[in-house]
């Protein structure tokens, strides 16, 4: 006599998540641009730690413009609001200060840049160092390696040799062969870790995992070394489910510290 019972099917298991696809910074021709752009990098300075400093300064601003107000040809020339008011000479000093600030901060950051903008379709790469025009184009074939830290101050090293690995590797190629691109600040955010993502997948080289999952890892893996060495000061074992689970080590390096302290008899 057979079963007639049906048997229990296999749950089906849920595709494995694809890291998302970059979304990288691009210009107005839809060239990529590997690395962050001049205002990216411009845009929290001059927002939020600039005008702090032009606080701070105000006052001596502020005097210095009370002082240039005292000129007979300026002080004619000046609004009656702005010689009745210190308020209002306090505000317009901040304001200028500010802006001082933000055009000597931008100066640099646009003489010294150093990006890599990818043409997709195209199939092309090119350099660009500082205002100037950027360099001929390269296939995209032509590169080699595409490295780089999520760090913020992490630079990025792309390789390029004519025909690309297959052709480095035939040739023996070592790294004083290859052609060197630097990218500074590739980890500045989401946007600039994108654009090495995109040249890797162009490239077709294994792309990076998006920045915000390096950097939870790098940070799984700080907190976890500063774990590892408390325990190994307090003579405690380390287990390596401590680097996930924060609250199971607190709660054992607590118990070891009473125990070194004689407030708890040991185990």
């Known amino acids: ?15 494995s998540a694809s890291p998302p696809a970059p979304q990288p910074r691009r210009t107005r021709r839809g060239e990529i641009l590997v690395g962050p752009s001049v205002l990216s990098r ?4 001059a927002g939020i730690g600039l005008p702090i400093i032009s606080l701070i300064l105000a006052p001596l601003g502020t005097a210095g413009l009370q002082q240039l107000l005292l000129i007979d040809g300026i002080r ?6 702005l010689l009745a008011s210190t308020w209002a000479q306090g505000v317009l ?13 931008l100066v640099p950051m646009a003489l010294t840049r150093r990006i890599v903008l990818l043409d997709p379709a195209e199939g092309t790469v090119r350099r ?14 032509d590169v080699v390696w595409a490295v780089g830290d999520a760090d913020r101050d992490a ?20 790294a004083e062969d290859v052609e060197q691109w630097g990218v500074g600040h590739i980890g500045w955010d989401d946007a600039a870790f994108d654009g090495l993502r995109a040249l890797q997948d162009a490239a077709g080289l294994a792309p990076a995992p998006p920045r915000p999952v390096l950097v939870a890892r790098e940070r799984r893996e ?20 401590y680097a996930d689970d924060r609250a199971a080590f607190q709660r054992d390096f607590d118990r070891a510290r009473r ?8 185990r």
């Open 1 to 15: 006599m057979t079963d007639d019972k049906p048997q229990p099917q296999p749950e089906p298991q849920p595709p």
């Open 42 to 45: 411009w845009g929290p300075l």
């Open 76 to 81: 004619t020339l000046a609004p009656s609001w």
């Open 93 to 105: 000093a901040y304001l200028a200060l500010w802006a001082l600030l933000a055009g000597w901060a």
């Open 128 to 141: 660009r160092r500082g205002p100037g025009r950027p360099s001929p184009a390269r296939p995209v074939a």
């Open 155 to 174: 630079s990025a090293l792309i390789g390029l040799y004519p025909g690309g690995p297959d052709a480095a590797a035939a040739a023996h190629a070592d």
């Open 222 to 241: 700080r907190h976890a070394a500063a774990n590892r060495e408390l325990a190994r000061r307090v003579g405690m074992p380390w287990r390596e489910e």
């Open 259 to 266: 125990v070194l302290g004689g407030r708890e008899p040991g």
